[in-house]
């Protein structure tokens, strides 16, 4: 019964989002689809902060939406994300899910708990600095400091860093509140806030290089810019574990 209230709740608020212009209808489907997976296999505080993630994106997203699309850097035509975009974002987390689910004995839940909620901090924190990031009056390309213009691949300000880590921080605060409520385990507070919150933030700085070196000439799509950004988040949140796990 919980799953198949899981699914349900899935399916509507995927729904929602696309009734709410948030989503494309082939992107809601793919969201239903993998959110259907992640609260089957790991329950509904994972699915939960994946809701949150959206939320917030779909607000950072309509901030100030008439200024950005005035400037020709906004989201979609009006603010709606596509099934690239769903896909660089969800398929990391739900990877997670399943592996483990699949080998638990090697996976433990407390492991699962920080690095999932890594990948969704970086999500969060990439969304947060795009989009308030282009708003700023100024950027500079990571990699050589030189001024460049706002939405630029590689380009940051000080403005959307301060942004990339508040969205890494409420995420991991909002998971680990999330797995504490549904009494699920975590590898403790300071590892599960500390180690999603750096691993998030660095790894959006990943995505500003790879957006940078690898996007800009034409390599890369955005979309495998954020998925491999999201690999190398859940990376790093690896190596925190190993290196701080009691």
Known sequence: MPAVVGVAATVALAAAAVYAKALTVPAGAAAATFGAVIVV???FPYLILVVVFVVLAVLATRYRFDEKRSRNVQEGRQGE??????????????ALVIVAAAVPSVFP????????????????????ASEFGVLSGHARSLLTGRPVTPGTNGGVSATGEAWAFAGALVTAA??????????YATPGTALLIGGATLAGFIGCQVDSVFGETLEN??????????FLAMVSTVLIASGLLLAFSP
């Open 81 to 94: 994300r596509g099934v690239p975009n769903v896909l660089a974002h969800i398929i990391v987390p739900t």
């Open 109 to 128: 839940e407390e492991d699962l708990a920080l690095l999932f909620t890594a990948a969704l901090a970086f999500g969060m924190a990439d969304t947060l």
């Open 41 to 43: 296999l790991a329950g």
């Open 217 to 226: 000439p034409g390599y890369l799509t955005n979309g495998w810019t954020n």
């Open 174 to 183: 909002a998971g680990l509140g999330l797995f504490l409520v549904f009494g």
